[in-house]
């Protein structure tokens, strides 16, 4: 556990930056994000000073990055590392598994029982929300772990008031050491800033790379060597290298 505040942000380093709960505050539902207005111009800047080594690695899916970060455009990994969109405009994502069709109905059909649990669709993976039944959570976790178990290729990735089914084999370290394998990353010190479990394993990812993360919240345990309280303080930090 810790609660140092890194350094500023250095040119020679590769950023990797989660979304929700690191750059923009997490809202009660996914899409009712709030994206400051300047994040936009911010992360442009950071990337210009970077050499374009500044990646998106976030739950959400490419495309809805896109769209959230515009008129910005950036590298970014989606779903948990499931797709990446690399320096090049190449998108890498695999075809969706065949249970899944059966996972959405099961869903849908648990969440119309239960009002405040949300199904997110996320094209190769389905995340069930509890952040407005909270008191749903142990009926979601039995559910998303029944169903985990019984739908080959998937497996059951716990967040924030949220349960993730997705396929297995991928996670945001992966992602982060596709992006260190290319130009312009490779060769960088890698720093990545993320607020949840499912940023553990890239943190994990870039301490293994001589580099070190940077968790955003109440100070837990974590492979992050640093830490920072909030989303805003996270944007404070990022602007404190681009100036
Ligand atoms: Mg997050």
């Known amino acids: 556990m810790t609660a140092i505040a ?33 994040l936009p111009a911010l992360l442009e800047g950071l990337s210009r000073r970077h050499g374009g080594a500044v990646a998106l690695i976030s739950g959400r899916s490419v495309d809805n990055l896109r769209q959230l970060m515009a008129p910005a455009r950036l590298p970014a990994a989606g779903l948990h590392g499931l797709e990446r969109l690399d320096a090049g405009g190449r998108l890498h994502r695999p075809r969706p598994l065949p249970g899944l069709d059966t996972l959405r109905r099961d869903l849908v059909a648990f969440a119309a029982r239960r009002p405040g649990v ?96 940077v968790r955003i919240g109440l100070p837990q345990p974590s492979a992050a060597a640093y830490a920072l309280a909030s989303p805003a303080a996270c944007r404070a930090w990022l602007a404190s290298g681009s100036g």
């Open 118 to 213: 949300v199904v997110e669709d996320k094209g190769l993976s389905l995340a069930l929300h509890y952040r407005l039944a909270p008191a749903c959570e142990e009926e979601c976790r039995a559910l998303a772990v029944a169903l985990a178990a019984t739908t080959p290729g998937f497996q059951l990735v716990p967040g924030k008031m949220v349960f993730e089914l997705r396929p297995a084999g991928a996670d945001k370290g992966t992602a982060i050491a596709a992006f260190l394998a290319e130009a312009p990353f490779r060769g960088r010190i890698p720093v990545f800033a993320g607020d949840d479990l499912t940023d553990e394993s890239g943190f994990a990812a870039v301490a293994a790379r001589g580099g070190f993360g």
């Open 6 to 38: 890194p350094p500023p942000p250095q040119a020679d380093w590769a950023l990797f930056l989660d979304v929700d709960g690191t750059l923009i505050d997490i809202a009660p539902t996914p899409s009712a994000i709030r994206r400051p207005p300047e």
